[in-house]
């Protein structure tokens, strides 16, 4: 009888070890299938808010293949950057990393030159469309059981 039931917790024991060891790589897995790539949305996007200081859309886009080049630039920086999890310190948001983004890139042209749309289009577009997976796990997150910040 004890032998069944040290066998019993062993067996719970290496089953609940083995689903948290699937757990996390079966979530990443979920959040790329919920987030894809959308180049066509990328290119879009571009088209209508690629120049910020008009409200009618690019006349004439740059070739797709540069724009995507440079997206998928911004998304490979940005998957080098640390995963917030749940810290929500103002350097883990939106802003303040698109921010080191463009200062990574300030020297970098475009391969299109002074043309819209510039950096920063490019990287907001990309971050959502290009890999918003990525972006959505490196956003920062509340703590599940902390109070909400005032």
């Known amino acids: ?6 066998m019993r917790m062993r067996m719970r024991i ?9 757990a996390g790589p079966v979530a990443v ?6 987030h894809p790539r959308d180049e066509d949305g990328y290119l879009a996007y571009l088209k209508q808010y690629g120049d910020l200081s008009s409200d009618a ?15 998928d630039a911004a998304c490979s920086w940005m998957r080098e950057q ?10 883990y948001h939106f802003q303040a990393v698109l921010e080191r983004y463009l200062r990574h890139v ?3 042209p ?6 819209v749309p510039n950096h920063f289009s490019v990287t907001a577009a990309a971050w959502a469309y290009l890999c918003p997976a990525d972006w959505e796990l490196r956003q920062p997150r509340r703590r ?4 909400p910040s005032d």
């Open 1 to 6: 009888m004890r032998m069944r039931m040290r």
């Open 14 to 22: 290496a089953l609940g070890l083995a689903v948290g060891v699937l």
């Open 29 to 34: 897995l979920g959040v790329h299938v919920l």
């Open 57 to 71: 859309p690019v006349p004439v886009l740059p070739p797709a293949g540069d724009l995507i080049a440079e997206g």
């Open 82 to 91: 640390p995963h917030a999890l749940w810290r929500a310190d103002p350097q």
């Open 106 to 108: 300030a020297d970098h």
């Open 110 to 115: 475009l391969n299109w030159g002074d043309a």
């Open 144 to 147: 599940p059981f902390a109070p």
